[in-house]
């Protein structure tokens, strides 16, 4: 620099004269990581790209502060993002995640919304009492409580042997992989809507979780009443132990979503929503494996199993297990 | 950032060097066509997907396997394509990329599959959900007119939902903490201010204009249409009083140089002056 400050070139030239190269690298090795990984690049590439940031970053608070070449300033605000993603973006690696997920935050995210468990837990009671209720007081409730395709022959007027042989389906076992998949697929949709309607303050998911416990009691009422109830539950226990249970924790993290847009309490709103909104996404995915096993015992186990008790204790076991992955307390974050 | 007024979709990001980066919002208008593109590739897709199935399994003659492998392949298509993309380096559907957008974590740390999943799990009820309840009902042939109005009025609630805050914030990145930022890579523009000043100017030339002005003038150089540099060389030569040598371009290059330096000089000495109202406070 030259004994008079003021020299006639303007502070941007001078920096880009001592920085550009530095910037057109750090650009260069940026565009390859964007357009394949950052495995494209090398170990020195590797070594150089943070030290290349933070070059950046000091001309920009540099240039920001002397300089007002603004074609400058926003090159380098671009660079210094792309460059701020590659280095902070990037998450652990998939396994770990994967794993931490089990271990940790599915069982964190299942116990953090216990309240709004119960409540959905007691609506789903309530919904069945209610549907059970019903159809036993009057029979032609059933059909405003079940769709038609989901009958499938099993109402009210339909006698015990009738029933019993939907229990136990014969020759229909060429299509059993379609039938879980399709229950999956079907079951994981609604799984999602009852999380994601919860922004509607909760009312829909709550609605979608009483017409559940609603058809399953009208369901109930018409065996019971044939004197096939024991078996259709045993028929049920195989995977609706599973299969309602993630129902409940599903509807539960959409009432947790309402609650925190209805009463965030002391927090505000938009963390209150947050907080729901990421714990709740976290339900929802263990939600989705859960169902994926329900689809399979239903779709497969049910089918291949016959015997009453060996269907009701599958469901059972799987029921034990699923609250003593969620809810023991284990080492360093049970004593937390 | 001139005049960086309440309605400004610049937002703060502070690296944990303590550098604000400034990013900014995508616009509504951009979001909306990514969306639409990114629907338009999940359809192709699908029928990719399809056509592949039927392909492989076109021996086996199996109807089964065919039913699984869409079933599945549908449901990961319709869950998965945004949840995928997004969670990539790129934090970016190809709809986004394409529209140089990108969906970042609002606190600047980093974004976690958790809240990926929840802006996206919400983008069911906001569109597909009301979809689905309209194509069910036509199918059952009991379309309802007030149930289509319901089901558009459910939808428009959360599709313009984004219109009415400040942060463009869709319902899903409200839940999520997430907001999408525009992402461009930007060359670097040539050097101004490079060349050496031929024409001289006096303080009270260059006393005439702030750095707002001094920025328009890039503008009007960056664009280099000939009108412009006309209309901006002659008022500048008006009101400084010099004369026109017929060299619009050329002036207003120097102009634009000796300005710089100059007010460069006067804001690192902690004099800066925003725009041209302001000389009267020196």
Sequence with gaps: ??????????????????????????????????????????????????????????????????????????????LCTRAYFQLYGPAEPALAQLLRF???????????????TLAALALTVAGILAGYLLVRGEASWFYGLVPDGMAGGREPGASA????????????????????????????????????????????????????????????????????????????????????????????????????????????????????????????????????????????????????LARAAIGAVMLVAWLAYFYLPRGRDGAR | MARADGRSLRRRLVTP??????????????????????????????????????????????AEIIAVLWLLGAFVLRNGWFILFELGVRGATPGKRALGLRVIARDGVRLTGSAIVA??????????????FLIMQAGAQRADAWLAIAALGWSAIFLL?????????????????????????????????????????????????????????????RTGQAARLAVAASTIRGKAGLPDDDDDAGFLTDYYAALCARLERRRVLGRGVADKWQRGAR
């Design chain 1, 161 to 308: 042997a009738t029933l019993r042989a939907t229990l136990h389906p014969k020759g229909a076992r060429d299509m059993l992989a379609v039938f879980a998949a399709f229950l999956f697929t079907h079951n994981a949709q609604i799984a999602i809507f009852s999380f994601a309607l919860g922004i509607a303050f909760g009312v829909p998911t709550a609605l979608l979780i009483a017409y559940n416990g609603l058809s399953l009691g009208a369901m109930i009422a018409v065996f019971a009443g044939r004197d096939v109830g024991v078996e259709f539950a045993q028929w049920l226990a195989i995977h609706g132990t599973t299969e309602l249970f993630a129902v409940v924790l599903a509807g539960a993290a959409g009432f947790r979503i309402g609650a925190a847009f209805a009463f965030p309490g002391r927090q505000e709103r938009a963390d209150a929503a947050l907080d729901a909104g990421r714990g709740g996404a976290v339900v929802v995915m263990g939600t989705v494996i859960m169902l994926a096993a329900a689809g399979l015992l239903e779709g497969i186990g049910r089918q291949t199993v016959d015997g009453g």
């Design chain 2, 161 to 221: 939902f984004p219109l009415f805050n400040r942060d463009r914030l869709r319902m899903g990145d409200l839940l999520a903490g997430t907001w999408v930022v525009r992402d461009e890579r930007r060359p670097l523009g040539s050097d101004l201010a490079a060349a050496p000043a031929g024409r001289r100017f006096t303080e009270a030339a260059l006393d005439l204009y702030g750095e707002y002005e001094l920025h328009a003038l890039e503008e009007v150089l």
């Design chain 1, 1 to 78: 620099m030259s004994a008079r400050p003021a020299s006639a070139a303007a502070a941007g030239s001078r920096f880009r004269a001592a920085h550009e190269a530095d910037w057109a690298r750090l650009d260069a090795l940026l565009a390859r990581a964007e357009r394949h990984s950052v495995r494209a690049l090398d170990d020195d590439e590797l070594l150089a790209l943070p030290l290349l940031y933070r070059v950046a970053l000091s001309s920009l608070a540099a240039a920001r502060a002397t300089s007002l070449d603004r074609a400058l300033i926003g090159y380098l605000e671009q």
């Design chain 1, 102 to 116: 089990f271990r940790h935050d599915w069982p964190a995210a299942v116990r953090a919304q216990w309240r709004e």
């Design chain 2, 17 to 62: 060097e303590g550098v604000d980066l400034g990013v900014e919002l995508g616009g509504a208008g951009a979001r909306a066509a990514a969306y639409c593109l990114d629907l338009l590739a999940m359809l192709l897709t699908l029928a990719l997907l399809s056509a592949a199935i039927g392909y492989l399994t076109r021996g086996s003659r199996s």
């Design chain 2, 119 to 132: 802006r996206n799990a919400v983008r069911e009820v906001e569109v597909f959900l009301p979809l689905t």
